[in-house]
């Protein structure tokens, strides 16, 4: 090795050392009188690298979902292969330990696409006055589409689901062409049901119809795509460097907007390039250490943002705002990556709203051992929905349901047995025994220890979703 190479080895070291340093004290990097433009580069890595790992990581989140559910037969969370609907058609209970939160207001439709060979078409029959939603989630975790009782009435109708590749004619009967930016979008549907409906809701999901293209204008089965290799997915290599390989891969599968051609063209400095192979080896150890750096920094900045989704209002803790559209996050990625860190496949406010707490009015964490508390809504200040309402309770900390002699775990605003008081105000019980038989129409059981309370607005009205005064519930009281 020559002096000059020996010596600018040296100082891109230093450089490296500098420049890390400074990033662990928050203190500027010293001006160095003068770069080359191979050191200008080695820096340069850093800054990518943080873009785009937050770019990339509810991408990687996605897939581990899709690997783990559509292609990993081995997998304990498979659920059926693309394009076959997969149908959860009971409601949980608290033996099921491995579903935290789980909603028990719905039975759920879940279904990964492959949408390179042709459409498909859901049918949707009439649902009467039934709640229900159909939400299209894409690669980037964008809700692209709804369809449902919000967005396209409860009429029924033919849903067209178009990949970002076919540009064919559409046929008639088509209610909604439905257009994904990427291959493999994601749907999950929410069908309201009450505990004593569950059979009767279970034949109307199954009553929804997803139809090949083909087959749905009588032509012959096209030639299908070419199969794919799906790489392997590993934690350790998703939160590593190696998450150039994954995202690599994943971009080939999507369409990328024009918009963000100076971003990709950045990234592409790193080696990032849909389709292109990802090699290690092929970087330097300068490289590597700021493209390391710059994954670490884009973390600590995805778990920081992710701590900040939610505020307390009154003791509930609230977020809007973090699920949407590509349109509705303008280009937010940092929190698209934190959303997808708190919860992957979350709803846009406007359909589901989540307020949540842990305290009673106090500030005190809810406890049932030796309390009994009240949520109580005067008329005027009941929950303001043009859906339906439901407040869920959980054991802390597994957030697991919780067995009781009545076998309740959420109050339902649709139940037929819900109690108003002649004013019209209501009244919930939150404890550990029974309030009376009188009242027992509006207990909700709570464990012997710690509990959250989760509300779900459903179709929320848009005053109680103002980004600047989200509505909650009233506090949560001790009884008297």
């Given at each position: 090795?020559?002096?000059?190479?020996?010596?600018?080895?040296?100082?891109?070291?230093?450089?490296?050392?500098?420049?890390?340093?400074?990033?662990?004290?928050?203190?500027?990097?010293?001006?160095?009188?003068?770069?080359?433009?191979?050191?200008?580069?080695?820096?340069?890595?850093?800054?990518?690298?943080?873009?785009?790992?937050?770019?990339?990581?509810?991408?990687?989140?996605?897939?581990?979902?899709?690997?783990?559910?559509?292609?990993?037969?081995?997998?304990?969370?498979?659920?059926?292969?693309?394009?076959?609907?997969?149908?959860?058609?009971?409601?949980?209970?608290?033996?099921?330990?491995?579903?935290?939160?789980?909603?028990?207001?719905?039975?759920?439709?879940?279904?990964?696409?492959?949408?390179?060979?042709?459409?498909?078409?859901?049918?949707?029959?009439?649902?009467?006055?039934?709640?229900?939603?159909?939400?299209?989630?894409?690669?980037?975790?964008?809700?692209?589409?709804?369809?449902?009782?919000?967005?396209?009435?409860?009429?029924?109708?033919?849903?067209?689901?178009?990949?970002?590749?076919?540009?064919?004619?559409?046929?008639?009967?088509?209610?909604?062409?439905?257009?994904?930016?990427?291959?493999?979008?994601?749907?999950?549907?929410?069908?309201?049901?009450?505990?004593?409906?569950?059979?009767?809701?279970?034949?109307?999901?199954?009553?929804?119809?997803?139809?090949?293209?083909?087959?749905?204008?009588?032509?012959?089965?096209?030639?299908?795509?070419?199969?794919?290799?799906?790489?392997?997915?590993?934690?350790?290599?998703?939160?590593?460097?190696?998450?150039?390989?994954?995202?690599?891969?994943?971009?080939?599968?999507?369409?990328?907007?024009?918009?963000?051609?100076?971003?990709?063209?950045?990234?592409?400095?790193?080696?990032?390039?849909?389709?292109?192979?990802?090699?290690?080896?092929?970087?330097?150890?300068?490289?590597?250490?700021?493209?390391?750096?710059?994954?670490?920094?884009?973390?600590?900045?995805?778990?920081?943002?992710?701590?900040?989704?939610?505020?307390?209002?009154?003791?509930?803790?609230?977020?809007?705002?973090?699920?949407?559209?590509?349109?509705?996050?303008?280009?937010?990625?940092?929190?698209?990556?934190?959303?997808?860190?708190?919860?992957?496949?979350?709803?846009?406010?406007?359909?589901?709203?989540?307020?949540?707490?842990?305290?009673?009015?106090?500030?005190?964490?809810?406890?049932?051992?030796?309390?009994?508390?009240?949520?109580?809504?005067?008329?005027?200040?009941?929950?303001?929905?043009?859906?339906?309402?439901?407040?869920?309770?959980?054991?802390?900390?597994?957030?697991?349901?919780?067995?009781?002699?009545?076998?309740?775990?959420?109050?339902?605003?649709?139940?037929?047995?819900?109690?108003?008081?002649?004013?019209?105000?209501?009244?919930?019980?939150?404890?550990?025994?029974?309030?009376?038989?009188?009242?027992?129409?509006?207990?909700?059981?709570a464990p012997q220890g710690k509990f959250l309370l989760q509300f779900?607005?459903?179709?929320?009205?848009?005053?109680?979703?103002?980004?600047?005064?989200?509505?909650?519930?009233?506090?949560?009281?001790?009884?008297?």
């Open positions: 090795m020559s002096n000059n190479k020996s010596f600018s080895f040296v100082f891109i070291g230093l450089l490296i050392l500098t420049v890390l340093n400074a990033c662990s004290s928050n203190i500027p990097p010293k001006k160095i009188a003068k770069q080359s433009e191979e050191e200008e580069q080695v820096i340069n890595a850093r800054r990518v690298a943080i873009d785009a790992y937050i770019y990339a990581y509810p991408m990687l989140e996605y897939y581990k979902s899709m690997y783990r559910q559509n292609i990993d037969v081995k997998s304990p969370q498979y659920k059926a292969p693309f394009n076959q609907p997969s149908y959860v058609t009971q409601l949980p209970n608290p033996k099921a330990k491995h579903l935290p939160r789980y909603n028990n207001d719905n039975l759920y439709t879940l279904t990964r696409y492959d949408l390179r060979t042709e459409p498909l078409i859901w049918s949707v029959p009439n649902m009467g006055d039934r709640y229900f939603v159909i939400q299209f989630v894409d690669m980037f975790t964008h809700n692209f589409a709804y369809v449902g009782t919000r967005s396209t009435g409860n009429n029924g109708g033919n849903y067209m689901l178009v990949g970002p590749n076919w540009h064919g004619q559409v046929p008639d009967g088509m209610t909604k062409i439905i257009r994904s930016e990427t291959n493999f979008p994601y749907s999950i549907q929410r069908t309201s049901v009450l505990p004593e409906e569950v059979e009767q809701v279970s034949a109307l999901i199954k009553s929804f119809k997803l139809i090949p293209f083909h087959q749905f204008i009588g032509k012959p089965s096209p030639k299908p795509a070419p199969e794919i290799s799906f790489p392997v997915y590993k934690s350790q290599k998703a939160e590593s460097m190696d998450f150039i390989g994954y995202f690599n891969f994943l971009l080939e599968q999507v369409s990328l907007p024009s918009s963000e051609q100076k971003l990709f063209d950045q990234f592409a400095s790193i080696g990032i390039s849909p389709g292109s192979q990802f090699d290690s080896s092929s970087y330097s150890r300068a490289d590597k250490i700021m493209i390391k750096a710059g994954i670490a920094k884009a973390m600590n900045d995805i778990k920081t943002r992710t701590r900040n989704l939610v505020t307390v209002k009154n003791g509930w803790q609230i977020f809007a705002g973090i699920y949407g559209s590509r349109d509705k996050l303008q280009g937010d990625y940092l929190t698209r990556a934190a959303a997808a860190r708190f919860g992957l496949y979350g709803n846009d406010e406007e359909e589901v709203y989540y307020p949540a707490t842990t305290v009673d009015s106090k500030g005190y964490s809810l406890n049932a051992s030796e309390t009994s508390y009240v949520l109580h809504f005067d008329k005027e200040d009941l929950p303001p929905v043009n859906g339906f309402w439901t407040l869920s309770l959980y054991k802390m900390p597994d957030h697991s349901l919780v067995e009781n002699p009545i076998n309740r775990y959420a109050i339902n605003s649709q139940s037929k047995d819900l109690h108003f008081a002649e004013d019209g105000s209501l009244t919930l019980y939150i404890q550990h025994k029974s309030p009376g038989k009188i009242k027992e129409s509006n207990w909700l059981p779900r607005a459903y179709m929320p009205k848009p005053e109680a979703i103002q980004p600047d005064n989200l509505w909650v519930p009233p506090k949560v009281v001790v009884a008297n």
